[in-house]
Each structure stands twice: as C-alpha cells, then as structure tokens.
C-alpha cells in the first residue's frame, strides 16, 4: 500500500466529504471524522493495517463550490503540511445551476471551476507524497439529463487535469454508474447526491481500491 | 367551481398530502393542515371564494402504502361524512420496492394495487358528491428508469379505476413531466417525491383546475 | 407579465414581510423567504412561469418600523442591485403609539413616517425598474377605531408618495377591508396584523394582479 | 369579604382562566394556578387578608367551549366540593363561528350555551355558598361588529342565568368596553380575547369588587 | 398620586428587582419587565390610572450588590433620563457574608454598602422628581438570627440615606416582619429572600402605598 | 462496622432521601442513587470497605409525607427483602401546613404521622436485622419558629417509636442544630430543609458513626 | 458466499451488537440498524454484492444478559422467520459480576450461561441455513485480569456449544487479542467492551471472513 | 490539620479534576466545582471543619496535558494568590500516546514533561504555604501494559520533583492499585481514568490523609 506509517492525508470537499464532522477541519477522537468516506477509509486503514499510523483529516464544508473550498484551502489543507491531499469538489458547482437558477452569483461555471481546482492543485504539488482528485457526480443514470451533461463536463476537467498534473484520479461518477446499472439510485441516495453508508462504503472502497490496499493483509506484532 | 357552501372535502393519502399536518386526521386552525398541496388548496379556496365555507381535512400519513391507507380507511375518510374525496396513494408502493428491496412485505404490488385502490373507491363512491383520484408519480423524466417505469404501471391503473368508477383524475405524473421539461427536478424535489412548496403549488394548481376554480372569482359581501 | 428572466425582487418590510425569513435578508433554497405573502409570491412565480428565473429576496425584518428599515435600507437592499423594490412599512410606526403609549421613541409619527419612506424611495429611484410601495393596513373595518384612524393617515401617506414618484401602488388596507366584508377579521389574523396564510395568500394575490400576472399561463419547454 | 377561613373557591373556564394552570385542575404551590386572574385573585387575598386561608383551584382549559366544561364540570369542579363556583364559559362558542366557520360542529349557539350554562348552574346551586358568572366578551368596543353583536347575546344570556339563578355577576364585556374607552384594545390582548397581565389584572379587580374586597383592610397576628 | 402622565420610573435592584427581566434593563412589551414586584406596580398603575402612560423601567440584575450596581448605574439608570428613580439593593451584600464565608471578595461590608449607596444617590439627586429607597431585608422573624442581626444593620443604613438626603423610603424589613406574624415565610418564599408572588403583590402594595396609590381611582375616558 | 458482606441496605423517604435518584427506587451503576446522603453513604462504604460488598437502595420520592410512603411502602421497600431498612419521613408532612395552609387534605398530622410511621416499623420488625429511623429536621435554630416547633413534636415522635421498637435512631434536628450553631443555615440549605453536598455529607457522617464506621479501616486483597 | 438473494440474517446480541439501532428491533431504511459491526456487515454486502438483495436485521438490545435475551427470543428472532441467525452475548452476564459485585441477580453465571445460550441454539436450530455463534469479549490482553478470566470461562462455554450444534463460531476475544498486540485498547475502546468505528471494522471483517466474503468480488448488471 | 481559617487552595489538573466544574475556574455555590475529589475534599472541610472558612477553588479542564495546563497556569492559578496549590496532570501527556498515535503533536513526552511540570512548581515556589503533587494514575494493575509502564515512567518524574522541591505527593497510581486488588477496576472507572464518585471518595479520602485531617474532630460555636 501506498501510504507510510506516520502520513498524513487531508480530505478537501464538501458536503460528501464533511458528513457531519468537525467544523472546518476534523481528525482524531470521537466523531470528528464525521460518518461519510472519509471516516470509512479511516476505519479500513486503522483496522487492516494496525501497524501502521496514518493521520486522517477532513477538511470537508457542506455546500462548498470549488470557489469557497479554494479560499479556504490555504488555512484548512496546505498549512497543515499534509503527505497527501485528496479533492473531491464541483457538485455544489452544478447544483447550484439547476436548483438556483435564478441566483447566478451561487454557481461556479466550467471555466472557472478548472481554474480552481488547478490552482488548488498548484498549491500543493510538489510539497505532497502524491494528489488525489476525486471526480464529482450525479448518480443519474440518464445521459441525457441535464443536470447529468453538465457534470460530465466538470468530471472531464477533474479527469483532465489529473492527468496533465499527474494527480491520482477517482471516477466517482463512473463507479455510481456501474453501481445503478444493478441497484436504482434511490437505495444510495434520496437526492442522487448524498450517498447513505453503503454509497460511502462504495466510496472508500473506490479509493482504497487506488491506494493499493489489500484486504488480506495482516499485521505482526512489533 | 363545483364545490358549494359548507362542502367537505377529505385528502387521503401518504407523506405527499401529510406534509406536517396533524395526526392522522388534521384540519381547522394553526398548521393542522400541513404545509403541502392540501394547505394551499384551502387558502386558495378560502381567499378566492371567501363566500364559500368548504372544510378541508388532511388524512395523509407520511409512509403510507395503499395496503396502509385501506387500513385506515374507515376512520380516517368514511366515517368523517365528507361530500368529496381525494385519494393520492402509491408513491410508497412502489418506493419500497427500489430503496428496500430485501424487504418484500413492506412492498405493494400492481395487482394489490389496484385491489385496495378499488377498495377505498367503492367504500365512498354513491355516498358522495365525487372522488378525486390524484395519481401516484416519480419525478422522473427518463421513461426507461426502473422506478419510472414501475410507476407508470401504478399511473395507469390509477387512471383505469378512475375511468371505470367516474372519478376525476388529476395526472400528477403528467403535471411534473412537463414541469421537468423546462426546470429541472433538482429545482422542485430533492427525492424527486416530496415537493417543496413550488411543487406544491403546482399540484394545488392541478387539482384546483379539475374544479374549475375561478382564479378572477371576486365575493361581493352578503 | 412586469418581470423579465433574470429580474431580481427586493421585498423590505417588517414581520408582515419576514414571517420567518432567514435574517436580516433570505432568498435561495428551504424555508430562507418565511412563509408569508413573499414566499407565496415565489412559488406563484416559479410554478406558473417555470421560463423565467426570477430572483426574489426577502429583507424583511420583524418589529421594523420605517425608521428601523430606513437605517438598514442601503445594507439590505439597495446594495443588492434589485431590479424590482417593494417597500410595506408603517405598521410598527402606529402600533406602538397603541399598545406602548408611555414609551414615544419607539414610535414614528406621520410626518417621520413620510420622510422616511420618501428617503428609501428616492435612495433607489432611477436605479430600479420600478418601485411597489404596498400599503400598511390594519384589519379593523370600524373606520372611528382610534388605531385604525391613525392608519388611515400613513395609508394615505403611502398612496400620496406612490402618486408622487410614481411607484406601483398596492393597497392592502382596502383589500383587507373588502375581505373583512365577508369573513370576519378572526379567520385571518389573530391580532389583526399578522395575516395567516389566507391573509398571505391575499397579499400575494393583491400583488401579483398589479404585475399582470396571468394565471392562465403556461410555458412550453426551451 | 364574603369568603371566610378555609373556604375553597373553584374557578371553572376556558384559557382565559387556564392560562397556563395545571391540567386539568391547578392549584397549590409553584406556578399550578397559571398567570392570568385566578393567580392574581389569590395572590391579593394572601396577601391582603393573610389571616384567612383560602383555597383557591383553576379548573380553566384552553380552548373550551362551554359544552366541553360541561363535560368535564362533574370531575373537575363539583367533585371537589367547592364552597364557592366561579363560572366564566362562552368565548370559544363564539369564536368558532367566525374563526372555523366551516366547522359547525366546533361551534356552539346560543340555545346550546344558555342549556349548558344553566346545568352547570343547577349542578352547584344549593351545594355552594355562592355562584360566580363572569361573562364571556370580546374586547371590540364597535357594537356592530359581527362578532362583538354575537357575544353581547351570549351575555345577555349569562346576565339573564346570573338573575334568574341568584348568581353573582362580573361584566368583564362592560368593564373592558370601559377601559378600551382609554386605552386601545391593542394594550391589553393582541387578540381581543386573551389578555395581558394588565388585563388580568382588571378581570381580578372586577371579580374581587363583587366580593367586598378591602384593599386598606389589615390582619393583626393571631 | 405622585407620578403624572409620560413619567419614567426606573428600578434599580438585584435578583428581587429583576425576576427573569430582560437583561440588564428590560421594558415594555411581552414579559420584558420579568413577573416581581416591578411587573405588579407597571400593572396596577395601567389597569387602575389607564388615562396616565408610565413608563417602568426594570434594571434589575440577579445576584448583584451594591457594588455591582454601583458599576453600571450610570449606564442602565441615569443615562435612562427617569423621572423617578427605586433603588432596592444589599442583599446579596449580607448573603455572601453567610452562604460564602471564605469569600470575601464577593461580600460588601457596612461601610462599603452606605458608600455605593450614597454615591448612587448623588448621582440621580437633583436630576429626578423623586428618588425611592426600598430596603433590603430578610424574612427572619428571629432577630438573633446572625444574618438578620447583620441585615438589620444594613436596612438601617438605608433609612438613615433615606432621611439624609430626602428619599422616600420603603421599609420592606418591617413589612415581611409584619406579616410573618401572620403566616409563615415558608409561604412567600423558600429561601427567606426571593418572594413568590404573593411576596411580590405585598412589595407593590407597600411601594404603591408610598405613592398615593387609590385603589378607588377611575378614569373617565378623554 | 454492623454491615456484613452481601447485605441489603434500603432507604425510605422524601425529597432529601430521593435527591434526583431513580424513581421510584435506584440502584447500582450511574446515577441511580441520586446525589444526596444515600449515594455518600453508598460511595463510603465502598470506598473504605472494598471487600464487603453491601447493597445500598435508594426508595426516596420527592414530595413523600409518610401517608405516601406508607402507601408504597409495601412495594418499595417490603419487597425488596432488605436486611436493614432506613427511614426518614415526616418534613412534607410538617411544611404542608405552612406553605399550604388552605389545604388540609396535603397536611399529615402528629397522630396520624405516629400511626404511619409506627405502620411502617412493625411491617419490617423482625424481618430485617435493624432499622433504622432518622429524624425529620428544619434547620432553624430559632426554637420559637412556628415550624420548628412543629416539627419538634414529630421528632419527639420519632425519637419516642424508635425507643419502643428498638430501632436505631439518628437525630438530625440535633446534628443540624450544633451545625447552624457555627455557620448560618444559608450555607447548607436555601430552604433550611434540602441540604447542599456539604449537609449531605454531614447526613452520612451522622448515619455512618451510628454504624460503627471506622474512618481508618483498610482493606487487605483477599 | 454462503448468503443467497433474499436471505434475512438476525443478529441478537446486547449493546455491543445494538449501537443506537431501532429498539427493540431494527432494519431498512435510517439508522434502524444502528452504527455498530452490523451496520457495517450489511453495508459490506450491499456495496459487494449489489446484485444479491439481503436483509439485514438488528436485534441487540443494551445491557441485555443471556437471560435477558433468551427472555425475548421467540418475539425478536424466531417469530421473524430467519434464513441465519447470529447471537452474540455474555459480556453484561460477565460485566455485572465486577461492576455491581453486591447485586446478585443482576450475574448470570455460567451454568446458566451455557443454559440460556443453548437454549437460543436449540429454538432455532434446523429451521435455519446457519447459526453463527460470536463470542463474548473483553479488550483485556492481561489473562491474569480476573474479568477477563472469567471471561473467558464463558467464551470457552460458547465454543463448546458452536461445536456440538455445528454453529458458525466468530471468536472475537482472539481477533481483540491480537489486534491489542499491536495497538493498545484504549485506541479502540474505552472501556475494552464498546468499539468505537475501528472495533466494529474488525467485528465486520471477521464475521464477514467466516461467511465466505470475496472482497474482490463485483456484480453484473442483470 | 494544615489548613487555616481563610486559607485559599487551588486544585490545577485534567478532566479528573474538572469533573463538570465551571470553567476554565471554578468555586462557590452551586455546582461551580464539579462533581469529582475536589467537590468532596470541599464538602469534607466544609463538614468536618466548620470553624474554618477554607476556599477551594476548581481549575481543572478536561483534555489538558501539561503543556495546556503550563499555558494557562499563570491566568487560572497564580494570578488567584492561592495558599495552597495541588497539581494533578500527566494523564492525556500519555493517554494521546495511545489513542492518538498517529498525532504526536497531541502528545507530550517524559522530558517536556517534567519540564512543564517543573515550571509549574517554580512558578508558585516560595509564593504559597504548600505544593500538593497529585501523581497521575491509570488503573491498570497490569504492570506490562504499555501504557501503564509509559505512565509509571510519568508517575516517578512526578515523586521526583515532588522530592526535589518538597511537595507533598499523592500517589494515586499506588492507591489505585490497592484498591484494586480487592475490587476490579470496571467498578470505579469504565476507561481506567475517569473515576465515578466511588474513586473521586478515595481520591478525597488519599489527599486529605496528607492534610492531617481528622475525622473525629468535632469544632464548638463560636
């Protein structure tokens, strides 16, 4: 597995990264992890790989653009001298187009939206042991929903500056489908958005999945 | 408008016509009447047709299938003398079928369906001045969706009992199609079920124009 | 209709506007635009008018008087760059000389009341596609009652300044008083000012007839 | 004063005698008789006659109408064997018919209520050292309001009971047309119905003038 | 009776005064002037003088001494601009002397009390119709009691300012002491401090004596 | 010390038995045992005494005059199968009669307190290896307290049934007594009967002594 | 895996299996399930194994012994008609033995340990496809701890009965042991009983282990 | 004992301290001192002691590790002119190893701190009439465990500064473990640190011992 005893990995995002925790960043005791992905992949690490201590931070805000996460990124994710960042953002970027339409100064465009995510990207590049990007999603199986072409868009610029920043990527939106091809969306989640547990535990295991992690592995005592 | 002076008008139903209103049966002063489709029926009535007093009774109880409805029936709608009824039931039926499908007593099944619908109709119908029958809906504008298409089914023999037993038919899944066809259902519903108060002002809309209410109806005193 | 895609409405006011907006200005999702005849104004708009997105903004706080709402004025509207302003003050202004007679700074008198209101209509006047001045009111049909004699004099305050400035002028006064020709004041408010739900279903009524709104309308898909 | 050392004294009503009481009957320490004129009857004969000890029960419920307190008379004030009966029913017989008057069978007419007024008396009369009837009013000094000229029969009908039975009456009706003669309705129930500690200040003061209440009266220690 | 129409009386005090008003000074509407003493004077005076508006000011705060008070006087009294100025403090002075014996900063001795006292004094004097000393007291019938031994030392300081400086003064010592004669002061209050509201009514009668209260008094309207 | 391994040790009585614990009876883990002198008594006994394990239960209700407590007593206690039982009742049945003076039906007086409590005794006489009575009490030190010497007459009958029945007796009049001897009964009790931790702490000191409870006892590990 | 499509699992157990689930059973939608290991096993096969539809239900009940759970067998898990039934209990018929040490009938000891729980087995043994036994535990790596040797007298018990009736046998006191090796308990759980989310990531992945679970297992879309 | 009249004593600590005190300092009425060994040694005092008023006053805050406590050492111990200062801190220092091990700047090591601790002794050194030391504990009689050796390492620099700046020592690790060989830790603490009021006696009981406190001592009336 990739990650080493004494990392840290901070969790940027918003509501499907924050689920509840500590507000504006939250680690260590009790339910500061909040109950969403990121307190799955704590709980997987910590339970499989006991040898092994690995800081976990959630810096997740509900209702976070990419616009609020990136002037908030310097105090809740780069000061906090991670060894891996993980971004998951844009969700709130579209919503905000479709269930606000008349409030243009809520939504943040395409255009935009890549120029925040690469500047968040900059911000850390270099001083990190590796960035994951963590795609949006719409877990609409239509194609043709509305809501669905524009967050393909935005799930083409995270993919797209994946690669061009060698970032590891997570198709969040591509798992969902796969997911709903077999059970319908309303067993994951009531708005197509906020996944229940079994969405996160989806979630965790697509990000584990990228981490090398083996579900076989067994510690010896030191 | 086909309602006369101290007409009563008793909404069955689930969570849709609930919507907060007092348990199970709600009507008269403060929020007995809830917050959804049912209220705003009544303040139209009573603010357009002030002339007119028409008591509006909510009987909607949030969860309920048609077999939970039929249950209740008697003493919730019959007993209650009301010179109309609405009936707006299947939501859940169908629901339980995609977000608990490990669970196949809590679902309803199109011939069920259709028994109890039946059921409900025939204990009220001659005792009556009419019956309404508001059809069940998923705010799903992608035909192939399995919950879509599922409901169509519930849609369709909704439609058929009212053709057989003479009721007035409001097509709510029709009413949010075209809705959806210009605003998305993110703008309306986050579950694509519940409505906020947009939705619910459409459905009122719906149901208010089977009535041939008079939107430039003016009462001079008496 | 008055109001083009895209248009933004500023309604200030005292609780008869607020009614449980968030605070000090609501718009947006859940229940921020309170309950009152605002939030009717919204959902008439998106659900007859689903093509045009109309921004509707709530600065209405409760216990303002014209000299309260003045101080706020240039915060909570004009700096919102509305298109539309509607301004319902006063109520508070004559209230209190009633039910606080010993306490006089808490009241303003129709000559402040005039000043006041003239201030707010001139600081966006010009900048505005139109000004609704919406009278304040108190539903009391005995014109000798001593509140509602002094009502009458900043009701006619308001009708002088809307002439004046040519302001589209709502009179609730008179709405309330033809209403209370046929029910009784007790169905609608409490306390005479504080409309129910009927009440705001009134209001917005009232308002919208002076925007041409057309109930009949319907939009076809884009 | 008519009462002496241990009378008991049961004040029957609606929430204009409930205001907060223990339910269903209130009385003893803490706050169990409520806020309103039965706590202050008591509070000026404990402290204006601290040589007498009399006990003082509400058995006020909001919301009554004077068949409700009919129901429960025999449990709650007749099976307490009270020494005096203070009776103050009707303003919910009328209310109803203009707040709900779509709901006949809330109401309560006048026939009903003479019926209902009169069992109670004859329940008590001969068993008590002496009745009370406080009349039912609505604080609205203009005599052709609908349901001010709907009151004034129900008080009739009290005074009619009060003479023909040897009751003692209170004319809250009259008393508070006399003080809205001063002052506006709108400083003492922002409801014309429920009143401010004022107003229930003026209620006890009413009731206590018919008992021959002394304020300059003193106790010397026994 | 002293006060006349548009007066302003404001009082000064500690736990006894304030009795859940709004904090630290609390009047008008709802139950800004807490449920003590202060609540019955402002209701007596507008149920009985309704052709007079005065205005109570309540600036009581719980657990203050004359320390306390002395620190804010001028904020929450003279700054006020009364016409008539109660000051009901000590105490709290004489209770820490007991309840918190190794505490001594928290008690304020005799000399310190006939300071803050004086100093408050001189700061209304002259400026104000009238100033009204209301003494502290303990209802402890035992004058051996070492805490009544002690408060009688302060009440005597309050009188002896009254007299020095001409301040109407309100002996509520003597007052509970009469009437704990009569009943015992497990019946006003638990504690011997903190009156019910029969305690309360006999504070209002005694400070309502000292002004030339006619409890006969009635208004004819203007 | 008189407790053995294993015993049973129930306690009966009012408000300052009760002390917050479960009702109608606590014990064992978390706050079952309230915060009175019970749970010191039980937090003793363990402390100093670890190798006996002794069963202590909490049968106090607030508000208990001894007819209440001998109406549970059966349940409460008898039941139980106690091997000593503790009973200190007959506070309520004192203060009734003075801070409800008007309501006899509350007020327990002497010869009926006798009767019950001597009930009481003789129902757990000889079932049980002792009891013991504990003293009611006021914590006035002023003889002449008309409440004091009341309650004088109910210790007298307690001391008196504990003399003819063997039991064991603790005289907390007394105890409290040489306390307010030294400091001011504020310091322990703001109503001179419900004790603050510090008069709960002298309650077990005064229980524990009567026991044989040796301060300096130390336990070896078995 | 051993679980077919429409399988339903029941897992009785105390608060360690309960965690905040329904009471005093739980399934479906919500937190029925609560937020212990058996949330996380069905959030394991629902996100591994979309295509196979299990049902899940939640029968722990806080505090329960064996005596307490074989007392509500029949009504929580055999009425429901399991295909598997799981049972893990023991730990509060250990835990009362050290925490309540004078409360005898709150222990079970262990011959009626190994009563109750054969009694579990017997009732639902042949109607089922499998039973799986989970022992007791305590996070207790010192064997010389004389909980944890109690303990494991009752663990040995549930081995033996998982060999004689051919149960599926979880042993949670090894799987602990072995995790605290490496990390200490107090990483894991206060109070070495409730497992914090790590705790029940491994409870989950150690029963999940004993049913066959392929982590690497991924569905078609039928 | 070594405690005067007036003598002020200031307990600095952890949550073991605090105990729900009021924060970050606490003494006087009420509840301000928390429910644990600091509440008791007051009671204690206040009981046995009457003729001496002792101040105590509470500055423990939950979570604190030395380095916290160092912090604010200045502000909440010696800015209060103490007689008497007791120190009772290490626990999280060592706990924050164990539950947080992937955070070491939650963790504070031997060396810093017995530099914190030190600095804490010289700050009131010579300024005050004694240095309580309390050694932090883990009721872990396991002397292998790993926190428990880590806390040992804790608990000798603890006795060694005490021994190098003549405090008096409590050793709460040695009463502990006492105890616990006869009663199992479960009984008086579920985590092993956090005592119920069983362990804060026997705190009291360890801490006052080094005081010479008498239990017999017995003081007359001044």
Redesign the interface.
């Known amino acids: 597995m990739i990650f080493e005893n004494?990392d840290?990995i901070v969790f940027a995002g918003d509501s499907v990264t924050d689920m509840d925790s500590a507000q504006p960043v939250g680690?260590?005791?009790f339910d500061n992890l909040g109950?969403g992905y990121v307190?799955i992949v704590?709980?997987?690490l910590?339970?499989?790989y006991?040898?092994l201590?690995?800081?976990?931070t959630n810096s997740g805000v509900s209702g976070n653009t990419s616009r609020d996460l990136l002037e908030r990124f310097g105090r809740d994710v780069t000061s906090l001298n991670p060894d891996w960042v993980s971004i998951c953002i844009g969700i709130n970027d579209v919503?905000r187009q479709?269930?606000?339409?008349?409030?243009?100064d809520?939504q943040v465009l395409p255009q935009e939206y890549e120029q925040n995510l690469e500047k968040m990207i900059l911000e850390v590049k270099g001083k990190v042991k590796g960035i994951f990007l963590l795609s949006p999603y719409y877990m609409e199986?239509?194609r043709?929903?509305?809501?669905r072409r524009r967050m393909d868009e935005y799930v083409a610029i995270c993919a797209g500056l994946a690669g061009k920043h060698g970032c590891m990527y997570v198709d969040f939106q591509k798992m969902y489908e796969?997911?709903c091809?077999?059970?319908?969306s309303?067993?994951i989640a009531?708005?197509r958005v906020h996944p229940n547990?079994?969405g996160?535990?989806?979630m965790a295991?697509a990000f584990l999945e990228r981490c090398g992690f083996d579900?076989?592995h067994r510690?010896?005592?030191?």
């Open positions: 004494m840290r680690e260590g005791l109950i307190r704590d709980n997987m910590a339970a499989y006991p040898e201590n690995i800081r976990v919503w479709f269930d606000s339409p008349a409030m243009p809520c199986p239509n043709e929903d509305k809501m796969d997911y091809n077999i059970r319908h309303a067993f009531w708005d547990r079994v996160a535990t989806l295991r579900y076989g510690a010896s005592a030191s």
